[in-house]
Every structure is written in C-alpha cells, then in structure tokens.
C-alpha cells in the first residue's frame, strides 16, 4: 500500500465542558491508498496535532510529520516501524510528534490488517483474543452520597471493577476518605476499586504517601498517577510505604523509552499506556511484552470512541495474564455516534473486541460530519490545512 | 506586573534549508503588562508552539497555554514559579505545551528582572558572572579536508573549544576517523574538542560503543547525543565501556525531572539545557543546582539568537565550575540582525553576557518585521491566532 492521503478529522461536541472528560473531542485519521483505507485516532488537542502534521520545516531535524510519510510504502508490519523511526529522526526537535504520528500509525497497521484480511492482534502475533474484565472509569461526583449511586449504579450494570478520579478527591483527607468509603459501600466487597488522582500530588510526596492506609483500608486495588509522569524518585518512594496498594501510571508516555523507565525506575506495578500518544500500536505491542517480561501488568488507557479502545486494546488482548481494561462508561453523544459497533460488556462485566479485520470498527463519515469542526491554517502565504470535505 | 498582553512572532530565513541549523528559524515572545515589556525564546517548530498558546480545550487538563496565564499577576519569581506549575496542570495532556511555556517563562523572568533594575542572574540569586569557554557549535562539513579546513579557521578566530555535530558523521567508522584526525591535526592539542551525533544511533548501541576507542584516541572531551532523550540503559551502557571519553545530553529535556533522571539514570558527565525547551529560566536553574550536588557539568544548550543564548546562561553563568558553553559560530542571517547587542567572544576565546538589566539583550522590532511569517489559525469560525502587526 503506498500512502496517497493521510486526512486529520477534527470532531468535537458543541459545548466543551470544564471537566476532566476525554471524550468531548477526538482527532480521527483516515490513511488511503491503493484503494485501501484506515483509521486510526490521536489523543486530545486536535489543533495542534493538526499544527505538527502541517508545520514548515524548522531545520532537518524538525520537519513535519507528513513530509516523512507522503508517497511512501507500506507492507508490512516492519515497514511500520521503520516510517515511525523515520518520523522520530526527521521529527525529533518538534515535541508533539509522537501524538501526532500516533493516529496515524494505529491508521497504517488498521489498513495493513485488513490488506492482510486478520484482525490487528493477530498481525502481532497473538493468537486469539481473551476477553478483559472491563473497569468503569468515572470521576469523582462533589459528594459522597452523588459518588456512592454512580458507583452503585456501575455494579448493577455489571461491571466487576470500577474506577474513581479526578473531581474534588486529594485536596482534603477526610473528604476523601468519605468518598472511597461510599464506593466500597455501594459496591460491595467483590468489586474491584482503583482510585486515579491525575498527577495531582506532583511534588508532594507526602500527600500520597497520608492516603495509603486509608486506601489499603478499603482495598483498592490501585492509586493511578500520583505525580507527574517522569517524577520516579516519587513514584519509587510512594511504593515503598505500601503493604497492598500499588501504583498504577503511564498514561502520558510518549515512548516505550519512556514508558520502560517508568517501570523500571518508577516501580509501577500497572503500567498504563494509550496508543493514541506512545506512537501507535507496534510501541504499545512491545511494552506489552517488556511488562510481562518484568511481572508488570499492561493496561490500556482509554476515555475516549470505540476506534481508541481497539486501538489500545490490541497489544494486550492476546495476553490472557493481562485481565482487567479500561472501559469509558460514560462517553459523550460524540463518542457513541461516530464509531460502530458500540463498545458494550457482557453481563458479568466482562469486554470482548468485536470480530473482524484490522481494528474491526468503522468510522461512520456521516457522523463525524455532523461534529466537524472547521480548521483552516495559513503560512507563508499558503493554506497549509483546511478541515476536509466529507 | 499583570500579564496584560502575549505575543509570538514567528521570524524565518526566506528559504529553510535541509541541515541542522536551528538558526534559520526563530519563536520569539513578547509580554507586556503594566507598562513592562519582556522578551523570551521558544525552541524549534513555531508554529506548532502557537497552536498549543490557542488550541481549543479538549477537556479539564488539556487547555491552551494562554487560558492559565492572562491576566495573572507576577511579582516575584515564586510567582513565576506558580503560573508555570498552573500551566502543567491545565494542559499537561497537550505534548507542545512545554515548549510554548519556555519562551513566555524566559519573557517573564526578563520582564520582572527588569522592573526589579536587576539582571536575571542576580535574581536568581547569584553573586557575579563568570565569563565561559565558548566553545564552537559547528556542523561536519562532506569531506574531511572541508571539515578540518572550518576547524583551523574556528581555531584561529580564538576559539579553544569546537564541537562538531551532524553532517555525515556516524555512518562509516573510516569516514567518522579521518573527520575527527582532520579536526585534531587542524587545532593542535590544545583546543578542546567535542562531539555531537544527535541521537543517531538510537537502539544501536553497539554503533556507539564501536567508536569511543578512536574518539578517546583524538582526545574528545564528549561524544553528545548518541541515542535518544529517555534511552537510559543504553546510555548508562555506553558510560560503562568508556575511560577517559564522557557522554553528554539533555537538550530535548522538556522537564526538570526529565533531565533530572538522565543524570540518575543515563549517568551523563554534561547535562545540556535549553531553557527554550525545558520550561524556561527557573527549571534550568534548579537543575545546574542539581547538577553540582551530583558532581555533573551544566552546559547550556544554544543553536540560535543571542537571545536565547543569554536565556540559557543565567541559570550558570554564576557557577564558577560550569566553564564551558555552547556558542552558536554560524548563525544565519537572522539570528545576527533581529537582537543587540551581539554576542561576541573575546580574543582568547571567552563568553561573557552583556551587562544590563533581564536578559541584557535587546529585540530590534524593524528587524523581526523583516523576517515575521504570516500565520493564521482559524477554528470553530474564529481566528485564534494572526501574526501581530509591528
């Protein structure tokens, strides 16, 4: 397949919220050539993904991320990943290429996947899928008794792990506490319970380290995201003071580089990768197996559409020791219209990916018509990038 | 000071040319507030840095740079502090955000030091300047007589101190030796010499290792760059097979605690800073603070205006043990006209900045006219950004 057109579709709700939800907007990528087509999606900020697509050249080691692509070919899986090292050579000097390059990459391997007629997982080498216990990841309501029924709400539709962050939870102990406590409460003891805090305690060690006790008292399975994602004196001494709990992040990871330090210097126990930002789905495929090699679980990080969650879910879903997903269960009309199938769970919480070819979702054009928003970037006195006709 | 006012004005030679030379296109950044102007500096990619200053929300922690900073009040350098740790937090999903903080940082610290009639070293808490052995940033040339031939005329200028990058280095062992021998015979012994592959041998170890035997027979200072930012094993490898020859890196640090772990983890010798990159002034001086307690050399990273030279020098310029710096020797065309006063070396080869106020260096307004690139970005049927008009 020799790549003709690469199109950035940026799709975002009317309205974009002051929350900490992912899903109010989404960057779609179509790769076409050779009559085949793909798609794949880049993780938030659609603008300035779009901006590192088009950019003028800085110097040779700062072009943008078409120029390294455009016209060339692909067939295989290791011409993936030599494009992607040629992007990251070309590239290196522009910080948000590996976002960029992301979208395109999970495109490029959806468009070789189904040019091969095999599902992406097996095109890595998996065998067979083995379905996931899905966690409903939700964030925190203001007040415990509000937190309580979302949680109690997740349970009785099945779902067997559930995920709490952001709102208002770090700020004050014994809020805190409150909140945790009515989740435990309203689930039940059999239900897994992970907290995220979202880098919130950057620098503030103590701060995670006073809320140990209280979460291995509820035990929760996990604390996501203490700090920043490279902090790994921090993550290594949060580690130490826990019995139980243990510590989960990754998500910002822009490369298995950087992800494997976390790992290996962070000490995580969960590590946490989205393809949307760590370059797609073949650095993703290889952490999966660096993890397994070093006792570290693979989780994929998604809040996002359908096409996120396969994309993700690729490089572990043939890893049976790899049992628990992320699951966004509350996604924006966006993210339920623009991709089918719908991402749905059985009735014992558990996620399968839907059969079929390459990513085996589809972009439905009519939908993201509907949420387009119109970009137009000039330089130079050219246009370098106007939203594409659908 | 209250931030009443940002500007970016993205400066560019006529024509890009396809090497490594960071000097052909500039970012730089006004804030004006209560009658206070600032000047500062972002590295590479232009207009990528302004698409992170205006991109839309995507959601609760993935802002534009400028929703965290209009209107802001900045006293103090903790106050610099606050409004940079506020920017991570609200757009730390968005990659470029670093960047695009860098040169509004570095447009602070110039400002407030000069409402203060004070240079910004000496706000940051140093005595004195001392001046720095400059060394030569230069690229290989094709052959090794071109090479040796730049090398003789940098040793006669004054300089007592090359380095030498890019080019074809790092492909043929023979070729790489007859580079550095032409250098060596062409300074003498006297002249310190470095070298510089910029992470062209990424997950190549070996390629690495293969070389330091001849390096360390020419008598190189420091092989730069050999692999990528977050490639730790390989560099802490490298460090293992190597006697007298030391590595260098960190320009791509985006973060303290970034360039923090390449100093724990990669055991460089020399971290290299640039305060375009690494969130500004403030993060680069904790980190030369860093650096002397672990017995690691600071060097600033500079390939462009004086500007951005004198930004990444006041973090050491107070720190008599960091004697070396980076001087760009080759600067194009518009790196020499857009500042004054210009930086220049004295006959034995020493750096010192100009005295004054802030960053001491001034922006010739007509001059950036001359060379200001037309950018519009428009979204959501409006216009985010437009080149301000001088």
Redesign the interface.
Known sequence: MRIEQIDFF?V?MPV?E?????S??ALVVRVQGDGQTGWGEC??????S???F?????????RPVRDSLMGETVNSVDDIRCLS?KV??NS?????T??TLSGIEIALCDALARQKKMPVYKMLGHEKKYPKLAYASMLFAPTPEETGRHAREAAEQGYRAVKFG?GGFGVNLEHDRALVEAIRKAIGSDVRLMVDV??LW?NKTDEAIKRVQMLEEFDVVWLEEPF?S????HYAELSRHCKKLKIAAGE?S??A??A??MI??GKVAFIQIDTG?VGGILPAHDLAEYALKKGVQFVNHTFTTPLALSASLQPMIGIEKFDICEFPVQPTQLAQDINRPLCVTDRNGMFDLPDGDGLAIEVDLAALKKYL?????????KV?YESPKI
Chains 1, 2 share one sequence.
């Open positions: 940026y975002s974009i002051d929350r900490a939800d992912g109010q907007d993780e938030a900020s659609p603008l300035v779009i901006a590192a088009v950019a003028p050249m800085s110097h040779s080691a700062c090292a990251a050579a290196f000097d522009m910080l948000q590996p976002h952001w979202g880098t950057s920043e490279m902090e790994y004196p910002g822009h490369s580089a950087m494997k330090n290996d210097h930002r928003v119109q970009v137009k970037i000039e330089s130079h006195g370098l």
